[in-house]
């Protein structure tokens, strides 16, 4: 599991790195992982619990289990093992729900229709993000 993530990783981001030899970093797409998130928050020594901006809540919440709204009445429920600045998203163990409403005329009902699947790994593109929701935290 660690090694698909790893392996995943690795042939996602393998291409760019090639690509962006000699190009500024500020004008690269960084994916953050777990180590890269440890990393910073070594250098930051804040603790690594600061929420400062909207991406902190996502670092925060690497290695642990996540909700995300999708467009088009779709739901995620996953592990998130990277995210960019993009939104762009590799989820694993997760469970995707997809809401179907089926209007008919000739009674005038509604019919809800939810389907279910599951998947090992996922790659979200982050423009189809509407929402993403951290785990709950007890103190």
Known sequence: SKRSVRSLLTRLLAPCCRKTQGI???????????????????????GGSNVDEPLDLL?????????????????LRGKLHAYDQHLNMILGEVEEV?????????????????????V????????????VSPPLRTT
């Open 24 to 46: 500024p970093t500020s004008a690269v797409g960084v994916f953050h992982t777990a180590k890269t998130a440890a990393l910073g928050a070594m250098a930051a020594k804040s």
């Open 59 to 75: 670092r925060l919440s690497l290695d642990e289990r996540i909700y995300v709204k999708m467009r088009g009445d779709r739901e």
């Open 98 to 118: 997809i809401t179907v409403v089926e209007y008919d005329e000739d009674t005038c009902e509604e019919h809800v229709k939810m389907t279910k699947r599951n």
């Open 120 to 131: 090992e790994m996922l790659y979200v593109r982050g423009d189809g993000v509407i929402l």
